[in-house]
């Protein structure tokens, strides 16, 4: 029992999770607890605050019982969060609505009109923040027009984060990285965007205040403090969005170093000394800190694909799996490794739930290019697992060309069990991919921001950490994969003019 201990709290959008992490970075243990996600219309995608808030104060609870006596070693909270959620509240902090999460897409509509009628470029240009439907920018535009009624009697517009930390002290805060992300704040002087909140149709007072990473509060009331069994007077400390502290955790903030997360969605992301924007809005650039900022792109189509690949194409794995105990998606893997890379010219664009970067179009749809008699369900299945890594791939590409190359990658998520996805995402990508031994990299971030917030360190950084797996590209994998990728490329513009069509046809 020596040295102090911190909690990371990942408020994510399936589940939120708490872990305690030493001061040398070891965890001691963890706890999680899901919830839904609600669909109750077409482009809905909504949950309830209160429930998340709930989760929020058991995961820390579960940690506390289980350290028992050694609780007393806890020295703060610190938090991570999922960013572009929205929830209007009244004057009494009770949201007016559900969440809306970043998956929601009602408000594409009102991005379309942003982007060809209201200069949605040049609002990009100030926000950092592309003009997609996950934007709250555009949330805001959809309930001013869509819903005055609920607009109006709004008191102020939050994320989850800003929710759960009025509820525990009665402060509206929000840190930089999570407001940047909103398409409110300008990217260069880290204030609310005054053309941005004119667009939305509010002012500063709608907001939350702006506050850097390391802010803390403390006071926590009896109640909640009991419910917790932490002490009333325990920092927690705001945090920052689950993108950038999973970038901290993984260690991935010196130049040339990028971090790739695959879980559900997933995302390529640098750490710049400064603003980095794209020409054609096709990249992020989140403030952290007033020295850092965060550039990148977020994918949708990550893990989801490979489970509709498991559900559609992988009957006879999951039977094996029923009936043996075996993991299914172990056995998909397995089945794909079977097939050499490239898939015998088999290419599959991985865009089943609409694409942010680098496309950024809702409307985007999966295909299979290339299909000949000779390509087999297991081709299939390789296929989808290599266009996943080929989408990666065009993300990267834009993200080096502004920031400069990234040599090394460090990845984390659930794709990193596997030796098979580990080895094709190194000949794909042509870099040395390195999978560092601690996977909860946001809550690991988090707890690396505590420690710095309330004294216990002078930056952000715990130790290099290790990593557990190393690989290094192939050169006739990746010769073969870099000759597929031209076409993978080529064939984007093709498609993407047909999107709207199909999509508009599907919608009917």
């Known amino acids: 029992m020596n040295g102090i201990y911190g909690i990371g709290v990942d408020i994510g959008t399936t589940s939120t999770k708490a872990v305690v992490f030493t001061e040398q970075g070891f965890i001691k243990t963890q706890h999680a607890i899901e919830y839904p996600m609600h669909t109750p219309e077409p482009g809905a995608a909504e949950q309830d605050p209160d429930v998340i808030f709930a989760a929020v104060i058991e995961v820390i609870a579960g940690c506390m019982r289980t350290l028992g006596q050694e609780g007393d070693h806890v020295a703060f909270v610190s938090f991570s969060s999922a960013m572009h959620s929205v929830i209007p509240v009244d004057s009494e902090g009770t949201p007016l609505s559900p969440c809306l999460t970043w998956a929601d897409n009602r408000s594409k509509g009102w991005c379309d009109k942003l982007e060809k009628e209201w200069n949605g470029l040049h609002i990009y240009r100030r926000t950092g923040t592309p003009i997609h439907p996950m934007n709250p920018l555009t949330k805001l535009i959809w309930l001013r027009n869509d819903h005055p009624e609920l607009f109006s009697r709004a008191s102020k517009f939050i994320s989850i984060k800003e929710y759960v930390f009025f509820k525990l002290f009665g402060q509206y805060v929000s840190d930089y990285s999570v407001a940047s992300a909103t398409g409110l704040l300008n ?163 991985p865009y089943l739930a609409g694409e942010r970067a680098p496309l950024w179009n809702a409307d985007a749809r999966g295909s299979y290019y290339g299909l000949t008699l000779r390509h087999t369900r297991a081709h299939m299945v390789r296929a989808a697992m290599e266009g996943i890594l080929y989408n990666l791939k065009s993300v990267l590409s834009i993200v080096e060309s502004l920031c400069g190359p990234a040599s090394r990658i460090k990845a984390s998520g659930g794709f990193a069990r596997s030796s098979l996805w580990r080895s094709m995402m190194a000949d794909i990508l042509g870099r040395e991919v390195l999978i560092p031994d601690c996977i909860e990299s946001s809550c690991l971030g988090a707890v690396m921001i505590g420690f710095n917030s309330v004294g216990y360190r002078e930056d952000w950084r715990i130790g290099e950490g290790s990593e557990l797996h190393g690989h290094v590209p192939d050169a006739a994998n990746a010769a073969v994969y870099q000759e597929l990728f031209g076409i993978f490329q080529k064939l984007s513009p093709a498609l993407v003019q047909h999107y709207e069509a199909i999509a508009e046809y599907q919608r009917k």
Request: with cysteine.
């Open 187 to 349: 990217v260069e002087t880290l204030q609310w965007d005054s053309e941005a909140l004119a667009m939305a149709g509010i002012g500063p007072n709608k907001l939350s205040q702006l506050v850097p990473p390391t802010f803390s509060l403390s006071g926590l009331s009896a109640e909640y403090a009991a419910a917790m069994g932490i002490k009333r007077e325990l920092p927690f400390v705001v945090g920052a969005s689950d993108g950038a502290l999973s970038n901290i955790g993984l260690g991935a903030t010196a130049p040339g170093v990028a971090a790739i997360t695959i879980g559900t969605s997933g995302a390529f992301r640098i750490l710049s000394d400064k603003p980095q924007l794209d020409s054609k809005g096709r990249t992020f650039c989140y403030a952290v800190t007033d020295s850092k900022w965060l550039v990148g792109g977020p994918v949708n189509n990550g893990g989801i694909v490979f489970r509709w690949v498991k559900e559609q194409l992988g009957g006879l794995e999951v039977q094996e799996a029923e009936r043996t105990g075996k993991d299914a998606y172990e056995l998909l893997t397995a089945l794909a490794a079977t097939i050499k890379p490239g898939s015998e010219g088999l290419l599959f664009h």
